[in-house]
C-alpha cells in the first residue's frame, strides 16, 4: 500500500515496564521520518503512566479491555482506531489473528512464530536469542519493512525516548531535609540476576548519612527477602510497596541515583536521565549486552574477570561486583 506521511500505527508490547522502555525508541524513531504519524500502543493498563510519558505517543489501546470482549467485539474495537499497520513486537497469537481480522493492511512480526505465517504480511527475520544487539535496537529492527534506517546505534537510542518529566510529588517516608536521594531497588520480580542484600548491606554502610537519604524500594511481596536491610541500617527509608507506579515514577525523577539489577525501575531511571547504575551478569541472555540502561547518565557493572555464567545457570558472578565500585559512581568519582 502506498504510505503517507499521516498513517496509524498500533504497536503491541504488553509484558514487563522494562521492556516497555526499550520499546519506546520505534515511536520517537518513527516521528523522525513520519511527523505526522499517529502511533497507538497496545499494552495492559498498569503501564498507562508510563506509556503517557512519551510525547511520540498518540493514544494507548487497553490490553486488559480488548482481551475481555468478545471476540466480534473485539474486532470491532480495534478497528475503531483506523490502524494502517501493526507491529507484534512480543509475539502474541490472538492479537496478530485479531489484527488480521480487523483488516488492518500492513501487518508486521517475526519470521519465529508460525502463526506470523498466516497472520502478518511483513515478515521480519530476527533472532533475539542469537543477536548481539540490545534489546531496544531489536526493537526498531522490526521497522525495516517501513523505509526507516533501523541500524541506530547504541549511544542514539536516548534521543527517541521523548519523555515528558512529571511534576514533583510529595512522600510521607521522606525527612525534610536537602539530602540527596539515592534509590535502590534490590529485586528484579524475575526479570534478572540479583546482586545480594549482602552487597546492599555494605553499599548503604559506604554512603554517608549525611548526604544521603537511602531509600528502599520494591513489591510487597519482596518485603521479606529484603528486610535485613532495615535491621542492619534504621537509617534506610523502607517504601516498599508505599507507592503507585506513578508516584514511583515521580519519586525517581526526584532522585540522584537508583541502583538494580535488570529490571523495569532501572530503565525507567535511565530514561528520565538521572544517575542509574545497573548491575549485571556477564550470562549473554541477561547481560548488559542486551539489557544495559539506556541515558545520558546510565551506567552498567558487571563481575571483573572470568567467570561461568555461559555454563552454569546458577553462577554468582554478580556478587562479585564490589559495593565500593557502586558507591564510587553514585558519588560521581568512579
Known sequence: MPLKDDFTIVISRADALGDMVLTLPMAGLLKSYFPGCKIYYLAKKYAEPLIALSSHIDGFIEYDYLSGLPRQEQVLYLKKFEADIFVNVLPDRGLAFLAREAGIPLRAGTTNRWYHWLTCNRLIRLSRKRSDLHEAQLNIRLLKFLPVDTHVPLRRIQEYYGIRKPPSGTFAFLPENRKKIVLLHPRSNGSGREWS????????????????????CGLPREADSIAPLFKRHPRAINAIGQVTLPEYIQLICQSHALVASGTGPLHIAAMMGIKTIGLFPRRKAVGPERWQPLGENACYLTSEGSCSCAQQPGCNCMDLIPAEKVAAYIEGNP
Open 197 to 216: 542484600i549482602d552487597n546492599y548491606d555494605r553499599l548503604i554502610g559506604l554512603l554517608d548519612p549525611a548526604v544521603y537519604n537511602v531509600v528502599v
